[in-house]
């Protein structure tokens, strides 16, 4: 859920960063100093936003390409048969695995100890599903272990909900101060709001990775997928894992953009 609100406020953000150079010539967005507030700002920070789209839509194709290949490849075991075998390996008897609605919606539930399996991946006795599935279950396992990254992020979930809703709305508010010749303060203050999505981008790659590797290591020692499957297995999970880099990277671009437009700013108003 937060990684969904997440992407939602970066492609909000995108938008407005596309449209904000306009915005100033069009309204006189200018500092108090004189001329434009964004400067060389704007175009470093939109070929950064770009790169990233451009990195982020790249990895999101090869991700669902390498799903859809390994859907296709059979398995012994279908994902829920994987996902309990896993669990009851290390020992996790009070975990759940269930369904849910929808494609790539597989995810673990720490609050109620559950494994959630999208339709496909739960009944399916494909490549892609036993890897999906395990890496769930490595979630799982964190979770029992007391992973310290896992921990973290869970912590900061009520920071990140806070963020998410009040972040882009008050940078908004204080870029708009800024065109009526206001401080930079309140604009900060948005971006540092939204910067806690920044953080929780960050925290998640060790966690999503970590998973992945004990995912990969279990099918190993447990000898549920063959060298092939396993090979397969590791491909489509590091792909997996690349779209958490691309979102990471969006988001510390758009932070970087934001930021440099304010510290221009500051700059002409000294």
Request: net charge neutral.
């Amino acid at each position: 859920m937060i990684e969904y609100k997440q992407t939602m406020i970066a492609e909000l953000f995108t938008t407005l960063a596309q449209y904000a150079p306009q915005y100033g010539e069009q309204t006189g967005f200018m500092s108090a100093g004189g001329g434009s507030m964004y400067g060389g700002a704007t175009f470093i920070g939109l070929g950064l936003i770009l790169l990233c789209g451009l990195i982020g839509g790249i990895v999101q194709s090869r991700m669902q390409a390498s799903v859809r290949e390994y859907s296709a490849e059979p398995a012994p075991y279908t994902g829920a048969q994987v996902a309990r075998r896993m669990l009851a390996a290390h020992g996790l008897h009070d975990v759940q695995v269930t369904h849910t609605p929808g494609e790539l919606t597989d995810h673990y539930n720490p609050v109620n100890r559950t494994v959630n399996l999208s339709d496909t991946v739960y009944s399916q006795a494909t490549v892609a599903a036993m890897a999906v599935a395990a890496h769930e279950c490595g979630h799982a396992v964190q979770h029992a272990t007391g992973y310290a990254w896992l921990k973290m992020r869970s912590e900061l979930v009520p920071l990140v909900n806070i963020g998410s809703r009040l972040g882009q709305f008050v940078l908004m508010g204080g870029l708009a101060l800024l065109a009526m010749g206001g401080g930079t303060t309140v604009a900060w203050i948005g971006l540092a709001l939204f910067g806690t999505t920044t953080l929780f981008a960050l925290i998640t790659l060790p966690v999503e990775f970590d998973a992945s590797r004990r995912a990969l290591g279990w099918l190993n020692a447990s000898g549920l997928a063959n060298r092939v499957m396993h090979g397969q297995a590791g491909t489509a999970l590091r792909w997996a894992a690349m779209t958490y880099v691309a979102a990471a990277l969006s988001s510390i671009a758009m932070l970087v953009y934001y930021a440099l437009i304010l510290l221009n700013a500051r700059s002409r108003n000294e």
